[in-house]
């Protein structure tokens, strides 16, 4: 009976699943379309979120309890980051499906990049929001997502390439947005 | 075997027959290429529900005849299932070189974790009905657990990383989606009720009308033709300032 029950429940969420995540993709296909849709990153603020000196440094100079306190606010913030750079990639993947399919070779390479630098920030992404979560369970672990850190800034000199070749004079505006 | 309605008899043949109609369509649009294991499938479910039809009416097949028949048809239907959600999962991936490696891994645990899962589900279950008659249900629930959940991860997977889909690969995994989610229940509840409960006939009628209903997804998504690359959607109001003052009242508490 419990087995059935279960099993039933499963398929009734999978349809619920199947119906719910369908074509969820971003509408963006043009430069112009980033604008509103992306949420802006201070990278240097993240690093020093994520900085394991900056941990070590309030764990010597604060009393155990004060610096679990601190360090989950900060991994808290650190997790709105990574959501936000997530988030962005998720734009520029649309964008970079979009530039891939470019009659412009020089632009669908770009596309390509961008693409494949979009998709692998989003699995940092994934994977560093598990770690982060963990720390923040964990507050006395010691973690670190600066490899994300340095895959957000590769794929936004990636996608000022793109904008660049498309749109010279609007690149200066990209690193305003993302 | 059953005093079968109109309605019976009308879910069970026209699916058939638009099985073979989506069949022509897959030929018509050159996608036998693309999608030979799903043309393949489409193909044989046609032949063997027309072919099981026949069976059923005529005198001179016997019960235990129409059974093995049904179940030498099942096994290899269920071999195609596995196939077409293959060709659906290297179509879906083929363009996105750089998720290759960590799609197959992820696939190939999560496969194994289902099978795991189906085994110790078919272990458990309770065989008080003729295997020839109850094993078919069992084997159906745990293959559709299997199918189900390798389709829901890959619906899961395309909508977290965004991943477009093409219209053909949509329509064809929802069809199967649905169906496999649908034969998982059914098959459960046919698994707890036993074979020749009064609510197996219903039961017959849901996952019919349910395999219908697909078959027509099938179909729709193969005589719609597929549309160009998305258009430019309207540009919103942004709200990036807004952002930065939400981080920087973040930085500074």
Known sequence: MMVTLALVLISLMALVLIYAVRGKTSPVAEWDDLIGHTRPVDIDAFRNLIDPAEEDFLRQNLPAGEFRVIQRERLRAAVEYVSCAAHNAAVLVRLGEAARASSDPKIAQAGRQLLDSALRLRLYALLSMIRLYLGIAFPGAHLSAGSLADNYQHLSTLAGHLVFMQHPNRASRLPAIL | MYPHSFWWHYLWIAPDILLLVTAGMIVCRGLFYEFPMFLAYVMFESLQGITLFILDHSSAISGVAYWNTHWAGL?????????????????????????????????????????????????????????????????????????????????????????????????????????????????????????????????????????????????VYMLVPEGASESVAEVPHHNLEQWNAEMQRLLLR
């Open chain 2, 75 to 219: 096994l290899v239907s269920i071999a195609l299932r596995f196939a077409v959600i293959h060709e659906i999962f290297s179509s879906v991936f083929r363009p996105y070189r750089a998720l290759t490696e960590f799609s197959r891994l992820l696939l190939r645990w999560t496969t194994v974790a289902l099978l795991f899962a189906a085994v110790i589900l078919t272990a458990s279950a309770a065989m008080d009905t003729p295997f020839l008659l109850s094993g078919v249900h069992v084997l159906n629930r745990a293959v559709g657990l299997v199918q189900s959940g390798l389709l829901v991860f890959l619906f899961l997977f395309c909508a977290y990383f965004r991943l477009s889909w093409r219209a053909y690969t949509y329509g064809i995994a929802v069809g199967l989606g649905i169906f496999a989610s649908v034969d998982l229940a059914t098959a459960a509840l046919r698994v707890w009720v036993g074979t020749p409960a009064a609510g197996s006939y219903v039961l017959d009628f849901v996952t019919m009308a349910t395999y219908h209903c697909c078959v027509l997804i099938w179909l």
